[in-house]
């Protein structure tokens, strides 16, 4: 992940409502194999609770090519529970809030003129 912001962000009556955005960026130094990410989820967690989650387009990455693509997450009207309300209300007051950003795909390789399947 290269970036994030958030926006919107409002906590209230146990509710979450705020946009992420992060820039993920892909690097594929290799000469001769080139990648197709066919599925990418991503999902936003704060503590153990999911906040937000997203699927990514499907792209081609050539050969030698840096990439970056966009995630969007949005919480809205996010029921949270008493104990997660209150520690993100905590660290929000700091200024700060700390997440766990995750990123899932599903990838292939081609080598040349030959498709390697990901398992």
């Not at 946009?19 to 967690?45: C, G, H, Q, W």
């Not at 919480?75 to 899932?104: C, W, Y």
Request: aromatic share 10%.
């Amino acid at each position: 992940m290269e970036n994030g912001s958030v926006q919107n962000f409002n906590l209230t009556n146990n509710h979450l409502n705020a946009t992420f955005d992060f820039v993920l960026k892909a690097e594929n130094p290799n000469r001769r194999i080139s990648v197709y990410y066919d599925y990418i989820e991503s999902t936003l967690m704060y503590e153990d609770q999911t906040i937000a989650f997203n699927t990514i387009d499907p792209f081609y990455q050539p050969r030698r090519n840096v990439t970056r693509v966009e995630s969007k997450l949005v919480a809205q009207n996010l029921s949270l529970s008493p104990a997660t309300f209150k520690d993100m209300r905590i660290e929000k007051t700091s200024g700060e809030i700390e997440v766990d950003v995750h990123f899932k795909a599903r990838i292939r390789f081609k080598n040349m003129n030959q498709t390697i399947p990901s398992q």
